[in-house]
């Protein structure tokens, strides 16, 4: 390998939000990985930061490129740079789209157990959740989607967005294109536009792709739009860079009128070039060596627990570098469940409650660190379990 993913990293007075909020547990929480971003992003960025002049900036012809170059060569999937509209993170362009493309009071539809602030960017503009709980086979634990419910509550008049979440946090699952059709062709049936949130989409596991929402049909494309990003994948959240592409100029105009009324169409002078240098072919080299390194990640943290600890359950998942497991057989308050663990275990994980669906008896653990800090990880919650849950 390359690159070396082993390091441990120290962000003490970093502000770090996974690290400072978990207090002295280890974080294995909120999405951001303890690994260093790709040497090429951080290389622009400090020469970019040399300059010493930072005045206002703005996303430039190369910033466009970036994204169709990434899209076409990863993905197989062709859209003009004039397609994009730049926002400052996926969260505030969900939130510009509940507020454009909906009125107050109507429905918005998720599939739960999913990413919690979705809830939050609905509910937040008074606007109303409706859960198509996706279907769990407890024997396998794959999640699918539930046909008939998707249908009836597409159908009410009051649902007009269903905010999709594509590949899905935190099942994994990837949504197939003739899955992604049938949605589409089901919302454009009962006049529902699609937000499809893609940010999880570049790390799958060893051969599985994911494919956009907006190349999976030309009805998709009149009623969808996608918002990406290069944050999760390089690890730069907290640099606040990414698009909505929208290839209907409908969507795309009003995508753009509100994301510039909200405030959220400004990146700082770092953001712009951070894409840049992200979707660049040497930035592929490094993702291609970081997916194997998460993917072994994954494949140990399943065998750890189903080896030695045994009452719970990690979900099979083909993408994402988060993990979902299944303790129903020793609680149905994940929130106690991991207070409990941050407080006595000392690791802190996300409560599948905070996911909405069936949530409530799972948990949700971040893979992406350094081995030895997943092992250690994993050895807490096993001596956790061990001293309070076997007879
Ligand atoms: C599905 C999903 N969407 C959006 C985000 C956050 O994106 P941003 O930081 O760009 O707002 C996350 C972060 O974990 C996520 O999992």
Known sequence: MKYDFDKIPDRTGTGSVKWDFAGDALPMWVADMDIETFPGIKEALVSRAAHGIYGYTYDTPAWGDAYTYWWRTRHSFDFDKEDLVFATAVVPSIASAVRKLTAISENVLIQTPVYPVFFSSITNNGRTVVENKLLYDRETGLYSIDWDDLEKKLSDPQTTLMVLCNPQNPTG??????????????????????????????????????????????????????????????????????????????????????????????????????????????????????????????????????????????????????????????????????????????????????????????????????????TEALERLKHHIDKKYRK
């Open 173 to 374: 699952n990837i949504w197939d294109k003739e899955t992604l059709v049938r949605i589409g062709d089901l919302c454009e049936k009962n006049n529902v536009r699609v937000v499809s949130d893609e940010i999880h989409c570049d790390i799958t596991a060893p051969g599985k792709e994911y494919v956009p929402f907006l190349s999976a049909s030309e009805t998709n494309r009149k009623i969808g739009v996608a918002c990406i990003s290069p944050t999760k994948t390089f690890n730069i959240a907290g640099i606040q860079t990414a698009a909505v592409v929208a290839m209907n100029p409908d969507l795309r105009q009003k995508m753009h009128r509100q994301i510039n009324s909200d405030d959220v169409g400004e990146g700082n002078c770092f953001s712009y070039v951070a894409a840049g240098a992200a979707f660049t072919p040497e930035g592929a080299v490094w993702l291609d060596e970081l997916r194997e390194y998460l993917w072994a990640n994954r494949v140990f943290a399943q065998d750890y627990i189903r080896d030695n600890i045994g009452v719970i359950k990690a979900v099979p998942s083909d993408a994402s570098y988060l993990c979902w497991v299944d303790c129903s057989d020793i609680t149905d308050d994940s929130r106690a469940f991991t207070d409990d663990l941050k407080n006595n275990g000392k690791v802190f994980f996300n409560p599948g409650v905070d996911f909405g669906g069936n949530g409530e008896s799972f948990i949700r653990i971040n893979l992406a660190c350094p081995r030895q800090m997943l």
